[in-house]
């Protein structure tokens, strides 16, 4: 990518992580011994007062599995509950590599497209039962707060997705890396924790990579309550050959859910004042462009659609005449035609650059005056 693009694509942050995170990893680099090592006996701690302070949501140490991340806890997830040729279901426009696991390990992909309308988007119900019930669906990826769209699910849509799948035997793998990113307004609900029957069928998956900035690291934390699914899923994860996790990433891990809630806490004020700097600056310069409503995360996901341009075209634009870097819509699935999403992590200066810029590129297309 040429120097003068700005990149605002990759789901990381151009903030510095927290100040004792830093210490974590130099005092744990000043060591100076790096032989195989475990996180450290009040690990599970830290992660348990997370959970608990944050999502009311009590986890217990034996329900925890430590994996080098959440794509690799996904992908683990399908090859120890399902067999190749079974259906693996997913609610597109969603995070791209879901789609990408489900068929590099030779499962089926069933979609259960999410409904777009005025500006927001809701879960099809009555679809997401049916596609269960024809392709006799195994497991779902369940992705809360939901990226590329930014929805917060509520706990009504939920339990309404839990019931269907307890109903037919589907298990969840729920990723919940997003979840320390909720606007006010809104509540992430833990979907294990909100009925005993979830909790069972569940594989929740969780990161402090996403909140803390931390994805080179390579550290989540999954959780799965129900013994045999847990023993079937150590079973795979012993399989790929992994075994502990890197010492740097629990050091970092341990200091950042011990340490961090307060510099999350104005990392959201901060983002959730960017999040109204871009409606504004949309409403006024660009308002073909229409922003979803960011219920979470800090990714924005925007409809290009009035333009009425081709994929070809919007990219031509957005890349070398905005000089911006964006990720198509169409990567999170064909449901994205006509959307990009754009990383707002960033400091406030680059995010108005950024927004200049694009008002600039596409001032004389149709409708821009
Ligand atoms: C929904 C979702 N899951 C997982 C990941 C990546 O997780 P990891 O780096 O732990 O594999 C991302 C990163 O963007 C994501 O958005």
Known sequence: MPGDVLPMWVADMDFRSPPAVTEAIIKAGQHGIFGYSKSRADYFEAVYNWFDRRFRWKTEQA????????????????????????????????????SRLVNANQRRLVNNPLIY???SYRIDF???????????????????????????????????????????????VSDEIHCDFIYPGHHHHVFASLKDEFLDHTITCTAPSKTFNLAGLQAANIFIANKDMRKEY?????????????????????????CGSDWL??????????????????????????LTEPQGTYLIWLDFNKFGLSEEEREDIILNKAKLWLNKGTMFGVEGRGFERMNIACPRAVLKKALTQLAEAFRGQDGIV
Not at 80 to 93: H, K, N, R, S
Not at 131 to 150: F, G
Request: hydrophobic content about 45%; aromatic content about 10%.
């Open 63 to 98: 329900w925890l599995v430590k994996t080098p991340g959440v794509v690799f806890a996904a992908a683990a997830a399908i090859r120890a509950l399902t067999e190749p040729g079974d259906g693996v279901l997913i609610q597109p426009p969603v995070y791209y590599p879901f």
């Open 117 to 119: 309308e005025k500006g």
């Open 126 to 172: 009555e679809d997401f039962e049916a596609k269960i019930i024809e392709n006799k669906a195994k497991l779902y990826i369940l992705c809360n707060p939901h990226n590329p769209v930014s929805r917060v699910w509520t706990r009504e849509e939920l339990i309404r997705l839990g019931d269907i799948c307890v109903r037919h035997g589907v298990t969840i």
């Open 234 to 258: 150590q079973e795979e994860i012993k399989r790929t050959g992994y075994s502990q996790i890197n010492m740097a990433a629990a050091a970092a891990c341990q200091a950042a859910y011990s």
């Open 265 to 290: 806490d104005e990392l959201i004020l901060y983002l959730d004042e960017s999040i109204a700097y871009v409606k504004n600056f949309l409403a006024d310069e660009i308002p073909q462009i229409q």
